[in-house]
């Protein structure tokens, strides 16, 4: 029998501001990664799309209502030796347009939003180190 790798597909999200600064979620210290910075997001529900996937998450971690049809893609990052049988695959959205006003709704995680330099400076999972470098070039000009 042939044997399929299983995969766990998380979205995350850029958000974007005329400031050139991205919105960045601290972990809380209980959870894996605890304390480290990274784009809001989380696992894709089975039968949920992508990108119902982002505005769902955002909504319950940040209080922010994006409109699905404002994403855009930016980047992916995978582990590409899975620690476990299941293999992560964590896809990178950007949005410059949302309503409301962020909050870190989980008890003891946090936000900031940071520039080019401070986000290239903050400690992150893994997976978010690459999604950051392709981040970076997006904090000029960005319109809201």
């Not at 319950?60 to 699905?68: K, N, P, S, V």
């Not at 030796?81 to 870190?104: K, P």
């Not at 970076?136 to 960005?142: F, H």
Request: a negative charge; one cysteine or more.
């Amino acid at each position: 029998m042939e044997r399929f790798s299983t995969v766990m597909i998380v979205v995350a999200v850029a958000i974007l501001d005329r400031e050139g600064r991205v919105l960045m979620h601290q972990r809380p210290p209980n959870k894996q990664h605890g304390g480290l910075w990274e784009f809001p997001g989380g696992k894709v529900e089975a039968g949920e799309n992508l990108a119902a996937a982002v505005v769902r998450e955002i909504d319950e971690e940040l209080g922010l209502a994006i409109d699905a049809e404002a994403l855009f893609p930016i980047s992916f990052a995978h582990d590409a030796v899975a620690s476990s049988s299941r293999q992560i695959l964590l896809l990178l959205y950007g949005a410059r347009i949302w309503s409301g006003v962020a909050m870190a709704k989980e008890a003891g995680s946090a936000i900031c939003w940071v520039g080019a330099e401070e986000l290239a400076g903050l400690p992150m999972p893994p997976l978010d180190i690459p999604l950051a470098q392709a981040v970076i070039p997006l904090l000029g000009g960005c319109q809201r």
